[in-house]
Structures are given as structure tokens and as C-alpha cells.
């Protein structure tokens, strides 16, 4: 069992690694002592941190013992240096201080033997997975009943035992019992509604294996896996980080359809200080002709990855169509079209990468709003099938994720208006609301107040009024939406016109007479 540090035995009198303050009597909150394990009261089953309750002048603080961050975090830290200091830390439950998983993701060059033994590996995960799947299926359409990770876990060992499945044992066991933790995490997320059944792994997609810290180690700043014979080369693309101090919790090493090798590693680090604010706050309309309208009058042109790649991939996909399955062929033709869809989706993320960075940077408060990408595409149709392909191909939803986790880091606001808001329909200056208008209409003059709106320009501003609006009724630090309006059960969804009453204030829609609405284009004769 691993015992406490050497460095423990120069803790302060009546404290003890664990979290027990023995001379006090106390221990440490909920929230701490089921972090740290304490064997006989003295010596905790983690290694390298603990945390203790040291009493100071009175007072009962929480002090951190050891080299590294913990999950929780806190505004300060005490190492082992400044044992005895008198500058005991509080514990600061949120805000800056608090601790993120981090992933650092980059490219590794596996030598012929390495790549055989990967290879070995993904096809072991891919076996454990497949028969763990078909086996829970046929279990329940027999017996109606489901299974659990421990019957998942000694069938795999039953399995290693027999002759058939001898070569299970040749690889770590690391990788395949984090399978089996995995398909048990898709069934209980599938069972609670947020992702759909899990699906049969293929030889042809994205190969992976995920090693704790019991199938790894970094050593000299080089990465050795489990069963291997010497150490993988890496390619760190953080100088200003040390692989050797990183001390990851896991690494994944992953293999693309188009042949390139990755390696992910998954570290606790801590938050990045907030950036400082610039007083200023942007609604984003996003669309296809323009990728972003921003309310200060920016506009984003659209990339069109997609158009820029679509012929040589067309190529290769004709190219894919004539070779003989199971050929040799076949796999450098499939190669060919996954390395083509690589480029094109490298670039997106690239281009949304850079756009997140950029409005979380610059603006403190970020507005969007929250579009049904997935009903969109899906009630286009066949009459619509380039909209749709379009729509697919723009990642809207990639970057609402980025802004979302980006903006928390940074510590800036973003406001989600709801979908059913009419951002394109509301004059932004006077809260005029037109009863129809065309998706053809670019351009139009408000009959009220006589302004005239560039459509996406004027959506922008609208999208940021209304988040402004509904962050100053809603919580502080809570997610807006435009009008409050969600739809529930079976009720069709309405606009805010049906929920509110009819008063006109600056930038909430109020609808005039059918009569009174005049849509023009002022750029047309």
C-alpha cells in the first residue's frame, strides 16, 4: 500500500495526512473527506496530496499538503516548502482557483514494433466491446434483464482463460477494462436520455485505447505504455509546459482512419486567471452567406471549407467506388477520401477555434442564439438538400460548445437567446415586429420608425438586446433566454407575442396591423 511521503513527517504537531486534526478532534468537511482515504488515522492511500485541518489562532482552516492541484482546488496554494509558514488557505469553492481536466492533444510517431502492438491493442478493445455489446443485448431480449460492470468484468476474465480468446491476455488490461467502463457509462447515459444506444465498434473508424496511471509513466520527459519495449515518440507542441511535471491521470493513444497517430494527455490543471474585462458586449446572428453578423457591424465571411476540397474528394470517392473490396487498393483508396475529409475538418475547427478565441477575448458578455441545427436539416427535405448539407457543414454547434467552455475559463458571460425570439422580424430601433418576412428579403424599411436594417445586422442587435434583457430579470451567472418561452409537452411552440402583453418598449417586439407593415429593399430601385 502506498504510504504517505517522506516529507509528511515534518507536518505540524496534531496533524495528520488525511484530514484529521486530531488535536482539534475534527475532521474535514463533506466535501473534502471523501476525497482522501485514511487508513488507521495517520496514513492517506493517496500519495501525493492530501489536504489537513490546521488550527490557527483560533480558527479552524484547511491547509494542502503535497506537489499538485486536487479536483476541488483552491485560491492558494501551500507546498511542502512553506510547511510551518503561517498563511493557511481557505477553501474558495468557486471562481478562479478551481481546477479543470485538461486534455493535450498531439501528433506520435510509433516505430514498426509499437504500431504492431497498437494495433494488437485496438483490436483487443474492439473484440471486448463488440462481444460485451452483443452479450448484454442477447440478455435482455432472453431474460429482460440487464447486466452489470461486475458480470462484464469476470466474463472478460473467463474469457482470457479459454482458448479462443488466449490472445487477450497479450496486451495490457488496462485498455479493455476501461472498455468495459465505458460501454457501462454509454448505457447509463443512454438510459438517461442524453445519447442514443451504443453502436458496434468498426476496424474502419477511429481506434483508440485509453492507460491510467497504472499502464503508463512519463519518464525524462518520454512516454512509455504497457507492454511495450521502449518509448514512444512524442511530438509536444507546449514549450512553455513540461511533459515530465505534467503528471497526466490518462493517456489516450488514438489512430485516425487516415493513418495519422495521436496521443491525448488528460491532466488536472488549474483555471487561467480571468482575462481583464474590456467593457463591451456583441450579439452574434449567425448564417450561411456570412458565417457571423456581429451588432457592432463586423461581419465574419463564411470559410466554405466544404467548396474548397469538394473535388478533389469527389475524385477519390470515385476512385474509392471502382476498387474490389477487400483489396489492398481499397484501403490506400479509403485512406485517400479519410485523409481528404481530415483536411476539411481540421480547417473548420482551426476557423472555430480562432473566431471563439477571438469574441471571448474582445467582448465581455457574448449573446447567441439557440438555433435547432439538427430540426433544421431534418424538416429541409429532399427540395432542400443543399441547405441542408450547408447548414451540416458551417459548425454552429461546435462553436456555441467552444464559446460555452471558453467563456467560463475566461471568465465572461454568454447569454442564449431562445430560438422562437423573431431577432429578424424586430425593428432594433423602435420594437416595430413585422408580420411575415421572406427569407429572400436581405434588406427592410421599418413603416414606424422609418429605419432602415440590414436583416442579419439587425438580428445581431436584437439577439444582444433581448440576452440583455432576459441576464438582468434572470439570475446572475445563469444561462438567458430571450422571452422565457420553452416548449413543454405536447403544446405547439408559440412566440413571446402570445405569452406578453402588447407593450412597446425598445427592443421588445410589439405587433403592428397587417396593414401597417411595409417590407421594401432599399437597395433595389
Not at 19 to 42: C, E, F, M, N, Y
Not at 70 to 92: C, D, I, Y
Not at 439 to 455: E, K, P
Not at 493 to 521: I, M, T
Request: hydrophobic share 40%; charged share 25%.
Amino acid at each position: 500500500m502506498n504510504r504517505a511521503p517522506g516529507w509528511a513527517a515534518h507536518l505540524p504537531a496534531g496533524v495528520h495526512p488525511g484530514g484529521l486534526d486530531l488535536a482539534a478532534g475534527g475532521t474535514l468537511p463533506a466535501v473534502w473527506s471523501h476525497r482522501w482515504a485514511v487508513v488507521s488515522g495517520s496514513a492517506p492511500l493517496a500519495p501525493t496530496l492530501f489536504d489537513a485541518v490546521v488550527e490557527r489562532s483560533g480558527q479552524r482552516v484547511l491547509k494542502r499538503y503535497g506537489p499538485g492541484p486536487s479536483s476541488q482546488g483552491l485560491a492558494r496554494r501551500r507546498w511542502p516548502s512553506g510547511l510551518g509558514g503561517n498563511g493557511a488557505t481557505h477553501v474558495r469553492p468557486s471562481g478562479y482557483g478551481r481546477c479543470m481536466r485538461a486534455a493535450y492533444k498531439c501528433r506520435v510517431y510509433p516505430d514498426f514494433r509499437q504500431a504492431a502492438m497498437l494495433r494488437r491493442t485496438f483490436g483487443c478493445v474492439r473484440v471486448v466491446w463488440n462481444r460485451t455489446l452483443a452479450a448484454r443485448r442477447a440478455r435482455y431480449a432472453t431474460e429482460r434483464k440487464g447486466t452489470t460492470y461486475r458480470e462484464t468484468d469476470a466474463a472478460l476474465t473467463t474469457w482470457k482463460r479459454t482458448e479462443e480468446l488466449a490472445f487477450l491476455g497479450e496486451v495490457s488490461s488496462v485498455p479493455l477494462q476501461q472498455a468495459l467502463r465505458h460501454q457501462h457509462k454509454a448505457f447509463a447515459a443512454f438510459f438517461a436520455g442524453r445519447a442514443r444506444f451504443p453502436r458496434f465498434k468498426s476496424r474502419h473508424g477511429r481506434q483508440s485505447a485509453h492507460y491510467t496511471r497504472s499502464a503508463f509513466r512519463i519518464r525524462d520527459g518520454e512516454l512509455w505504455l504497457a507492454k511495450t519495449t521502449g518509448p514512444l515518440r512524442v511530438v509536444w507542441s507546449w514549450p512553455d509546459i513540461d511533459l515530465a511535471g505534467l503528471q497526466p491521470t490518462m493517456v489516450i493513444v488514438s489512430r485516425e482512419p487516415d493513418g495519422r497517430w495521436f496521443v491525448t494527455f488528460a491532466a488536472d490543471q488549474p483555471d487561467p486567471a480571468p482575462l481583464p474585462s474590456t467593457g463591451r458586449a456583441v450579439g452574434v446572428d449567425l448564417g450561411l452567406t456570412d458565417f457571423a453578423v456581429l451588432s457592432i457591424g463586423e461581419t465574419i465571411a463564411h470559410p466554405r471549407h466544404m467548396d474548397r476540397h469538394e473535388r478533389r474528394l469527389k475524385h477519390y470517392q470515385r476512385m474509392l467506388a471502382r476498387k474490389q473490396h477487400g483489396s489492398a487498393n481499397r484501403r490506400k483508396a479509403r485512406r485517400k477520401v479519410a485523409r481528404q475529409h481530415a483536411r476539411v475538418r481540421d480547417a473548420r475547427r482551426d476557423f472555430l477555434h480562432k473566431t471563439s478565441t477571438r469574441l471571448v477575448r474582445d467582448f465581455d458578455v457574448i449573446a447567441v442564439e439557440d438555433l435547432n441545427i439538427a430540426g433544421m436539416v431534418r424538416n429541409g427535405g429532399s427540395r432542400k438538400r443543399g441547405l441542408n448539407r450547408s447548414i451540416a457543414q458551417t459548425g454552429w454547434a461546435e462553436l456555441r460548445a467552444q464559446l460555452a467552455y471558453k467563456a467560463d475559463q475566461a471568465g465572461r458571460r454568454l447569454l442564449v437567446v431562445d430560438r422562437w425570439y423573431p431577432s429578424s422580424k424586430t425593428c432594433s430601433a423602435c420594437g416595430h415586429l413585422l408580420a411575415t418576412l421572406s427569407l429572400g428579403t436581405r434588406a427592410w424599411v421599418c413603416s414606424a420608425c422609418g429605419a432602415q436594417h440590414d436583416r442579419d445586422l439587425n438580428a445581431a442587435k436584437n439577439i444582444l438586446a433581448a440576452g440583455l434583457a432576459a441576464a438582468a430579470r434572470s439570475d446572475p451567472g445563469g444561462e438567458a433566454c430571450g422571452d422565457g418561452v420553452r416548449r413543454q409537452g405536447s403544446s405547439l411552440p408559440q412566440s413571446s407575442l402570445k405569452q406578453e402583453p402588447l407593450v412597446a418598449r425598445p427592443g421588445v417586439p410589439v405587433l403592428w396591423g397587417r396593414a401597417d407593415v411595409n417590407v421594401s429593399n432599399p437597395y433595389q430601385g
